[in-house]
């Protein structure tokens, strides 16, 4: 259960990057051959930071770490500047000693995404599921690619992504109509299975997602609510997300 001690309160991004890193950076150590579930967006890039730092102070070793990444666009080519397999190999696998073949990002050009879907959930079981999941949220309170709805799903699975979503994220993108309209993305079960969840808000923006989760109540119209029920999580945020 999300307890208060584990809501910390960090003054600025900076320093919730790093906090969050050391998590990580602990896991690492005490898994060698772990299993990293990443997220892509803005809030995570800063722990990204930190980790190829520790990695090149020879502090952590990714040789033996695996990652599934929780989402992706679709469609979408991996060499797409805004694909976040794109993203991960940017803002971390190029820069630390990470075996490439083993991260996994959600394929934004599969032929076939039910098949790719189904698979991508029996690809982390076999290799014995997710050790750590690194989360942000949307401002809607979406996790992954998770929107609020009536109804979550379980698995992996193709999603249209909301309007909101698509005007948040048009800022990445040259024009709000080359923001692709779906998304494959892990689904609820693959995020609360992972032994432990880190989940990073930053911004005043993101204060109303944050207070959902805070207020006690589940709702499925704030997919990041349900994170409270998991048995060990950790929210770091900055003092602009959780004051507003
Ligand atoms: C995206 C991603 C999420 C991410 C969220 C917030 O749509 N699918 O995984 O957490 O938006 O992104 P940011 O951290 O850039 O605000």
Redesign the pocket.
Known sequence: MLTKDRVIVCKDYDEMSRRAADVFADYIRENPTGILGL?????PEGIYTCLIEDNKAGKIDFSGIKSYN??EYYPIEPTHEQSYRYFMNDRLFDHVNIDKANTFVPDGKCADPDAFCKAYDEQVAAAGGVGIQL????RNGHI??NEPGDELIGATHLTALCES?IDA?SRFFETRDDVPRHAITMGMDGILSAECIVLVVSGKEKHEALMMLLSGKYTTNAPVTLLRSHKNVYVFCDEAAYNG
């Open positions: 997220a892509t967006g803005s809030s929780l989402d989360l942000g949220v949307g992954g690619f979503t994220n």
